[in-house]
């Protein structure tokens, strides 16, 4: 049977470990602060989870995935080590070469969208040296790989892209239901951002980009405003505020 690390038995990491024990891999886990459970194989450190495994998944944070390295490298001579953490590019680029000092394979796995509810089947995107190897272990236990042929760091990359929108996107309709929930209007404006993007086709980013280069000097002014109302409202104006330093950039 595949035997598996998996480092960091949080949401994610617990998930994904369950998911694989089910699968019909040997899970070996490894937690500081959670203890393993659901069949997974209980380790006393990075090291013991890695030694004879043939995959190490480093689940546990960009915080804590180079000391996780250092400490599980050596035991992980005969296996991959991959890095599902979220983590800039940078830091892919730096565990990659501590990986490779160490003799070990490395792949850079991004994590595509929530894992609650999904666990393995997550959809990833994967680069770098071991980034096939990840993806013959782990799709025919069931998850979802998309391999590119790249070096570590373009998958965390695209992932922070997504997340410069996705997580933009979501704080701007948070603040904004926050100040019309103080202006009493909170229904009104929820309404309107539900027919907004449900009105959203294949032009609208084109429409966006073009409408905000054009409008620049415009829209600057009109998100001061905003940012003013906010304020008055007693809602700290972050994303209004942004939205107006990027628009005065913008309109030079």
């Known amino acids: 049977m595949t035997v598996i690390a998996v480092l960091g038995l949080g949401e994610a990491g617990g998930a994904i470990a369950r998911d694989l024990v089910t699968a019909g891999a ?118 979802e790989i998309e391999v590119m042929d790249a070096e570590a760091g373009a998958a965390a990359g695209r992932k922070l892209l997504r997340s410069v929108f996705f997580k933009g996107l979501a704080g701007s309709v948070v603040e904004a239901l926050e100040a019309a929930r103080a202006a009493g209007c909170e229904d009104w404006l929820r309404g309107n951002i539900d027919a907004e993007l449900a009105a959203a086709g294949e032009h609208t980013v084109d429409r966006l980009v073009a409408g905000t280069y054009r409008h620049a000097a415009r829209r600057a002014a009109e998100m001061e405003a905003a940012a003013a109302m906010l304020e008055e409202l007693d809602v700290p104006p972050a994303m209004a505020a942004a939205s107006r330093d990027l628009l005065q950039r913008l309109s030079g």
């Open 26 to 143: 040997v899970v070996r886990g490894y937690d500081p602060a959670v203890a393993a459970s659901g069949g997974i194989v209980q380790a006393g450190s990075e090291a013991d989870a890695a030694a004879g495994a043939e995959l190490v998944l480093s689940v546990n944070s960009a915080h804590d995935a180079v000391a996780a390295l250092r400490a599980g490298a050596g035991a992980a001579r005969d296996a991959v080590w991959a890095d599902l953490n979220t983590g800039s590019p940078g830091l892919k680029r730096e565990l990659e070469s501590l990986a490779r000092r160490a003799g070990v394979r490395f792949a850079d796995v991004a994590i595509m969208a929530p894992v609650p509810g999904r666990g393995l089947r997550t959809p990833m995107l994967a680069c770098a040296q071991g980034a096939g190897d990840v993806a013959a272990l782990l799709v025919p236990l069931g998850a």
